[in-house]
């Protein structure tokens, strides 16, 4: 094997695991079931710059750009289909996934917040100090 294909080789595997790479965020989203925290513009920008790779490397006949650039076009376009799948499910489940992972763990005291109407503590009288 020549130099240039043990690069070709090596390149096109970095470019696979680096297309791998949104599986921490869909695994991000996942637990927390919630994709408030992901912005989806980014997400699209990156899309448009891995069709526009793929097309150059398409171009060229590179096997190495179409399929390290193909990788990251399809796992960025799963990583968008979760984060939407979520924008859809709202505010309710947002509010689950918050209130889940606020939940006191077993063994630990639950931290109580005042409701509305319960009063204050009373300081004691006015001007003794």
Known sequence: MSNTEMLAVLATLAGVLMAIS?????????????????????????????????????????????????ASLVFMLFTIGVALTFRRGGAKRAAAGAAAMSAPKPGEAAMSTPKPGDSAPDPGPAGAE
């Open 22 to 70: 949104p599986i921490l965020q869909v695994r991000r989203m996942l637990r927390t079931r919630s994709s408030n925290d992901v912005s989806l513009l980014y997400l699209s920008m990156l899309c448009g710059g891995f069709v526009a790779w793929l097309a150059y490397g398409w171009s060229l006949g590179n096997p190495a750009m179409i399929i390290s650039n193909t």
